[in-house]
T-cell receptor, first 112, second 107 residues
Framework: NAGVTQTPKFRVLKTGQSMTLLCAQDMNHEYMYWYRQDPGMGLRLIHYSVGEGTTAKGEVPDGYNVSRLKKQNFLLGLESAAPSQTSVYFC???????????FGEGSRLTVL | QQPVQSPQAVILREGEDAVINCSSSKALYSVHWYRQKHGEAPVFLMILLKGGEQKGHDKISASFNEKKQQSSLYLTASQLSYSGTYFCGTGGQNFVFGPGTRLSVLP
């Protein structure tokens, strides 16, 4: 039982490049989240989804897009990466009704 | 809106107690507590639901006062393994976290 899996775990991009982070969960959870965490800071909500085919903006959505075409997957896209998007990205999922959030191991992104 | 936590940081000796507070300007229906160690993902500690209190982890307990829109996390007889950053989380579907409280337990 893998839980929440994020790929890739590390990535270096140049300014202006695009990339997609994949989050996959095998717990049949309805809710999925993308957070970013900058050094010494808390977790800030980028986008979230409460079910297949639905997405919504969080606290810091600018510069990111998401898709939830399948219930088990939540994709986070950066269309034109900027140095300000250098961060560690965490995906999380939970059942409907907001029980415990299960986190992936994180994806460390560096934009040069 | 993001909840507020206090203190920002605390340093303890093993065996000492600590309290971490979380408050919100919005009505709280539930509060989550998580601990994150350096370089790792946050780990769930407990959930407190409206009208209830739940003790969920070792000597760590918490209270929830929905009228005051506050929750407090109590760490009793702290151990070295308690070191890390503690986050409270609140919200409905758009679940947000406080800025965190960095706890250091020294021998």
């Amino acid at each position: 039982n893998a839980g929440v899996t994020q790929t890739p775990k590390f990535r270096v991009l140049k300014t202006g490049q695009s990339m997609t982070l994949l989050c996959a969960q095998d717990m049949n959870h309805e809710y999925m989240y993308w957070y970013r965490q900058d050094p010494g800071m808390g977790l800030r909500l980028i986008h979230y989804s409460v079910g297949e085919g639905t997405t919504a903006k969080g606290e810091v959505p600018d510069g990111y897009n998401v898709s939830r075409l399948k219930k088990q997957n939540f994709l986070l896209g950066l269309e034109s990466a900027a140095p300000s998007q250098t961060s560690v990205y965490f995906c999380a999922s939970t059942r409907q009704g907001l029980g415990e959030l299960f986190f992936g191991e994180g994806s460390r992104l560096t934009v040069l | 809106q993001q909840p507020v936590q206090s203190p920002q940081a605390v340093i303890l000796r093993e065996g000492e107690d600590a309290v971490i507070n979380c408050s919100s300007s919005k009505a709280l229906y539930s509060v989550h507590w998580y601990r994150q160690k350096h370089g790792e993902a946050p780990v769930f500690l407990m959930i407190l639901l409206k009208g209830g209190e739940q003790k969920g982890h070792d000597k760590i307990s918490a209270s929830f006062n929905e009228k005051k829109q506050q929750s407090s996390l109590y760490l009793t007889a702290s151990q070295l393994s308690y070191s890390g950053t503690y986050f409270c989380g609140t919200g409905g579907q758009n679940f947000v976290f406080g800025p965190g409280t960095r706890l250091s337990v020294l021998p």
